[in-house]
């Protein structure tokens, strides 16, 4: 009998497309190609599954010209490429990549903080620049992350082990918001207490933003936001492009109205806002927060784990659209 069929659309680790040809017959993008939206609904054609990293989107429009597709197991845990209202209209699954990475993406957020606050990109360059010429008292000062206050917006799994790292790590004083609130139990092992979004703003030295990307979350953070923190205070965006607003952002930088900022997701990336990267108190990398090799391996068995579960087993282990799944 012949295997389903399925695509990995980016290159990926050879033992996972090795796991998935235990099961499926398998066409992968080893070479990395940058397929178009024509390209890629071309190479579904005959396909049950597809092994997505979340910059490939799925819509209504894909789905129409892609009528064998079952399922979309994503390498991530943002799923903000899936149309998720189209793919449950079309009876087709989505999966996301949740909890495998939430420790590593912490451990990130907290080095973008320290290198953001601590001035670390900015004075790295200037000694590579070869500037460095005499000790100075106030070369490269920075803020203090010790005993500051650590304000979280979006304080779901890797918001809170932020929220950990920076309580019981640094002492610091942590104060979140969110959709909703927390349990006490939560809170408690977290150290956190719940304040409004405006609150948050005004008070916290350092802002870190975990939020998922929603059509209600774009540009959480713009000019009137930026306007509330203090002078003093960096801001960091793990989260997604988009819930920034970067123009905003980079004309804040600019005028010193905010310390600084550690953005490693942008609006539209992988292109960057071209005045981000002329301001020199921004720290950019290129979307890394989960980049660890163990982390990328657990998060791509994930993705095969969905595949296998759902088309094989008929039980995908993190649905996000679990309505598809609902007995008809
Ligand atoms: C995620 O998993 O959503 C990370 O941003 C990596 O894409």
Known sequence: MSKPKVLVARAIFPETIDRLAQHFEVESNQADEAWSKAQLIGKLQGKVGVFTTGSERIDAELLDACPDLKICANM?????????????????????????????????????????????????????????????????????????TLGIIGMGRIGQGIAKRGAHGFGMKVIYHNRSRLDAALEAECKASYVGKEELLKTADHVVLVVPYTPASHHTIGAAEIAL??????????????????????????ERRIAAAGLDVFEGEPKVHPDLLTV?????????????????????????????????????????????????
């Open 76 to 148: 991530a845990v943002g799923y903000n490429n899936f149309d998720t209202d189209a793919m449950t209209a079309h009876g087709v699954l989505g999966t996301n990549a949740p909890d495998v990475l939430t420790e590593t993406t912490a451990d990130f957020g907290f080095a973008l903080l320290m290198a953001t606050a601590r001035r670390i990109a900015e004075s790295e360059h200037f000694l590579r620049a070869g500037k460095w010429q005499k000790w100075a008292y106030d070369m490269f000062s920075g803020s203090d992350i010790h005993g500051s």
């Open 229 to 254: 923190m203090k002078p003093t205070a960096t801001l960091i965006n793990i989260a997604r492009g988009g819930i920034v607003d970067d123009a905003a952002l980079a004309v804040a930088l600019r």
């Open 280 to 328: 020199p108190n921004v720290v950019l990398t290129p979307h890394i927060a989960s980049a660890t090799v163990p982390t990328r391996k657990a998060m791509a068995d994930l993705a095969v784990d969905n595949l296998v579960g759902y088309l094989v087993n008929g039980k995908p282990l993190t649905p996000v659209n679990p309505a598809v799944l609902a007995p008809k």
